[in-house]
Nanobody
Framework: QVQLADSGGGLVQAGGSLRLSCTAS????????MGWFRQAPGKEREFVAY????????VYGDSVKGRFTISRDNAKNTVYLQMNSLKPEDTAVYYC?????????????????WGQGTQVTVSS
């Protein structure tokens, strides 16, 4: 079973930036689309970003469009989330996840393997 290791979270002031990383333990990383989700206390898990196997198809949640960028390096088995212009409402635990199937989806139920999560806290 592949394992995903999230990292890069931390405390940052509003307007700042962070880059999250997610590295897969399995060499079969490249055939899978990947996604990032987040969950704030008392809220449901929210879709953040999706990237296809080749990196050519990108989808973003409405709340992060224009501020966040998802990318991947298949040679390193790693997917990234560059987060700019951070806001206090971006505070959450961020999870990377591996997508099942070949179609684009923003639904958490269609991702079968999850990282442990990394905390992002944005202060005002």
């Amino acid at each position: 079973q592949v394992q995903l290791a999230d990292s890069g979270g931390g405390l940052v002031q509003a307007g700042g930036s962070l880059r999250l990383s997610c590295t897969a333990s399995d060499r079969t990383f490249s055939p899978y689309a990947m996604g990032w989700f987040r969950q704030a206390p008392g809220k449901e898990r929210e879709f953040v970003a999706y990237i296809s196997t080749t990196g050519l198809r990108l989808v973003y949640g409405d709340s992060v469009k224009g501020r966040f960028t998802i990318s991947r390096d298949n040679a390193k088995n790693t997917v990234y989330l560059q987060m700019n212009s951070l806001k206090p409402e971006d505070t959450a635990v961020y999870y990377c996840a591996r997508k099942t199937g070949g179609w684009i989806s923003t639904s958490a139920g269609e991702f079968d393997c999850w990282g442990q999560g990394t905390q992002v806290t944005v202060s005002s």
